[in-house]
């Protein structure tokens, strides 16, 4: 509206004065502004309410114009500013340079929000869909809550109304004993009751008929006699027994109402769970968090039967080769804090193999040690490795310190995962037969002496063949933060197809963080996979003419840790 015209009369504004800071009308506007005056050369606009300064002038130095731009403090400055005030120090560039850049980026955001408009329509559609469950979630909530509330307020009545009506039976049982007792006490007293009855009895002349009523009454007033002496009320007055102590259930209806004492959300921890046919879920808390009374593990199967949820604080029984979401929510004075993000873990293809290392079976007390929990195995390079390498001048070579578990496979499904320290040197993880153990502790052949080759050099593979088939080990090679797969073969397979090539560089994969072994004995084959993804990354034949073992190699510094869970079911045999 025009700011010079006054009510009612005021007019609509046509023009806007940028110098004036006003807006008018026509009339008004001329009559301010009258041809052959400095007002006549007023800057105007269209009607606004933004009267801007024509040139922005520095906020530290009034009467200076900004022409820099701060890229430290990201606003204008003038050549003040820069030559020795607050921006001494901070990089500056020209106004037209911060012009093209900030115009360049402001022009690109726009593009970019002007090019999501169906993924903001889509994100609104959600949040409309979030507002609507959120107001039919409230009051959802709101109905439980007067349905809890209604139910307990049903059980106090409940409750109320069979305490006083055994107050009352208690109480009327009471006053008609009292009564009783008082009649009966009346009775003592001269002229009336017992009394007045023997004192006319004491009247009768008759002897035969006194004998005969005296008799009875005496007995009569002998009791009476011996109720005054030994007077006891026939009830206590006293309801000690209907009086509550309350105080625990007050508290605990007291503690309901602490809705803002919500406990936080737990957040399920991947490094330390653990899933086999059964699982070891483990979770943090938030660093401020409250002491909890307990906490819920829920899970379910994906892709299976059993979806629905059942809450359990021991998970047991778990299908293998299935894909589990696991979830947990912590409960603080009856209230439970939202769910933990959901978590998916796959089961191993078998149950867990529960075993220790053995220090029976050729095991090198000089270079491996050996914990006294038997669960964790490390090689170490020591004087002998040096005493070796010097007695050898053309050549120097170590051989493998092969370590086995102490419990045997003869039939079925088995699976067990450890961890191989990423320094280790070279480690080979596998399975051992232990006839062909015996053979080969009887009958050792140093095949990493440079005198030994069972290569006669053409590549048929036939070499290859033979060697596997004497060995009493089937073994998987890692080291120095690599996994090597083996040579193709016709009894062996690998999870990539460039992985079979005979270029040693595609054979190499990252070393798994955990490393998990199935032997399926009666199917005669081993896999390899990696623990946490549950990939196999290479399988093959073995034979399964005996018993077998868990086997392991070590060369060079390394070590070998089995998990927590392998070795504690194996403590439980």
Same mark, same amino acid.
């Given at each position: 509206m025009c700011n010079i015209c006054k009510p009612p009369q005021q007019q609509e504004a046509t023009k806007s004065c940028m110098d004036c800071k006003a807006s008018y009308c026509n009339e008004c506007f001329k009559l301010h502004h009258p041809w052959g005056t400095p007002k006549?050369?007023?800057?105007?606009?269209?009607?606004?309410?933004?009267?801007? =300064?024509?040139?922005?002038?520095?906020?530290? *130095?009034?009467?200076?114009?900004?022409?820099?731009? +701060?890229?430290? +403090?990201?606003?204008?400055?003038?050549?003040?500013?820069?030559?020795?005030?607050? *921006?001494?120090?901070?990089?500056?560039?020209?106004?037209?340079?911060?012009?093209? !850049?900030?115009?360049?980026?402001?022009?690109?955001?726009?593009? $970019?929000?002007?090019?999501?408009?169906?993924?903001?329509?889509?994100?609104?559609t959600e949040l409309e869909v979030l507002i609507s469950e959120t107001e039919e979630n409230g009051q959802l909530a709101e109905r439980r809550a007067n349905e809890h509330f209604e139910c307990l307020f049903e059980t106090l009545q409940e409750r109320k109304s069979e305490m006083l009506r055994s107050i009352e039976q208690s109480r009327n049982r009471r006053?008609?004993?009292?009564?009783?007792? @008082?009649?009966?006490?009346?009775?003592?007293?001269?002229?009336?009751?017992?009394?007045?009855?023997?004192?006319?009895?004491?009247?009768?002349?008759?002897?035969?008929?006194?004998?005969? /009523?005296?008799?009875?009454?005496?007995?009569?007033?002998?009791?009476?006699?011996?109720?005054?002496?030994?007077? &006891?009320?026939?009830?206590?007055?006293?309801?000690?027994? #209907?009086?509550?102590?309350?105080?625990?259930e007050e508290t605990l209806l007291k503690e309901i109402c602490w809705f803002s004492n919500v406990p936080d959300p737990p957040l399920i921890d991947l490094s330390h769970s653990r899933v086999y046919n059964e699982a070891s879920i483990s979770w943090r808390l938030s660093?401020? &968090?409250?002491?909890?009374?307990? *906490? @819920?593990?829920?899970?379910?199967?994906?892709?299976? =039967?059993?979806?629905? $949820?059942?809450?359990?604080? @021991?998970?047991?029984?778990l299908d293998p080769n299935s894909l589990y979401s696991f979830r947990v929510r912590s409960c603080r004075n009856s209230m439970f804090s939202p769910y933990s993000p959901e978590v998916t873990f796959h089961t191993p293809p078998a149950p867990a193999f529960g075993f220790l290392f053995s220090d029976k079976c050729g095991f090198s007390t000089e270079r491996l040690i050996l914990n006294k929990s038997r669960d964790t195995v490390e090689s170490v390079a020591g004087l002998g490795f040096l005493l070796a390498a010097e007695r050898v001048q053309t050549g120097s $070579? !170590?051989?493998?310190?092969? !370590?086995? %578990?102490?419990?045997? !496979?003869?039939?079925?499904?088995h699976y067990w995962a450890f961890k191989v320290e990423p320094y280790s040197y070279?480690?080979?993880?596998?399975?051992?037969?232990?006839?062909?153990?015996?053979?080969?502790?009887?009958?050792?052949?140093? /095949?990493?002496?440079?005198?030994?080759?069972?290569?006669?050099? &053409?590549?048929?593979?036939?070499?290859d063949t033979c060697y596997e088939l004497s060995q009493p080990f089937t073994l998987l090679t890692l080291g120095m933060g690599k996994l090597f797969i083996p040579k193709a073969s016709s009894s062996s397979s690998v999870s990539t197809a460039s992985a079979s090539s005979g270029d040693p560089g595609n054979r190499m994969l990252p070393m798994?963080?955990?490393? %998990?072994?199935?032997?399926?004995?009666?199917?005669?084959?081993?896999? #390899?996979?990696?623990?946490?993804?549950?990939r196999?990354?290479?399988?093959?034949? @073995?034979?399964?003419? %005996?018993?077998?073992?868990?086997?392991?190699?070590?060369? %060079?510094?390394?070590?070998?840790?089995?998990?927590? #869970?392998?070795?504690?079911k194996r403590l439980t045999f």
């Open positions: 006549a050369q007023h800057e105007y606009v269209g009607p606004t309410t933004n009267f801007r =300064p024509k040139v922005l002038m520095c906020p530290e *130095h009034e009467m200076e114009k900004v022409n820099m731009y +701060c890229e430290v +403090c990201r606003r204008p400055v003038c050549h003040l500013c820069k030559l020795g005030g607050s *921006h001494a120090n901070h990089k500056v560039t020209s106004m037209s340079s911060a012009y093209k !850049i900030l115009k360049e980026k402001l022009a690109k955001s726009i593009h $970019y929000l002007i090019s999501k408009e169906d993924q903001v329509r889509t994100q609104i006053l008609n004993q009292l009564k009783s007792q @008082v009649e009966e006490y009346q009775g003592m007293l001269e002229n009336s009751g017992l009394v007045g009855y023997a004192q006319e009895v004491l009247k009768e002349t008759d002897q035969s008929c006194f004998v005969q /009523t005296a008799k009875q009454l005496h007995v009569r007033i002998q009791k009476a006699t011996e109720s005054l002496r030994t007077f &006891h009320p026939a009830a206590d007055p006293c309801f000690d027994e #209907f009086v509550l102590d309350i105080s625990r660093d401020d &968090h409250l002491p909890t009374d307990h *906490h @819920v593990v829920e899970y379910r199967r994906v892709r299976g =039967p059993g979806q629905v $949820y059942g809450p359990n604080t @021991v998970v047991c029984d $070579y !170590i051989g493998l310190d092969y !370590i086995i %578990g102490d419990t045997g !496979i003869s039939q079925g499904r070279m480690v080979k993880v596998g399975v051992a037969s232990d006839s062909k153990l015996l053979e080969w502790f009887h009958n050792p052949r140093d /095949t990493s002496s440079p005198r030994y080759d069972h290569d006669s050099g &053409h590549d048929s593979g036939s070499e798994p963080l955990r490393l %998990g072994v199935c032997l399926d004995y009666d199917a005669c084959r081993v896999y #390899f996979y990696d623990a946490d993804t549950m196999c990354l290479y399988e093959r034949q @073995v034979d399964c003419s %005996g018993t077998m073992y868990p086997a392991f190699g070590l060369m %060079g510094s390394g070590k070998v840790q089995l998990e927590e #869970f392998i070795a504690a």
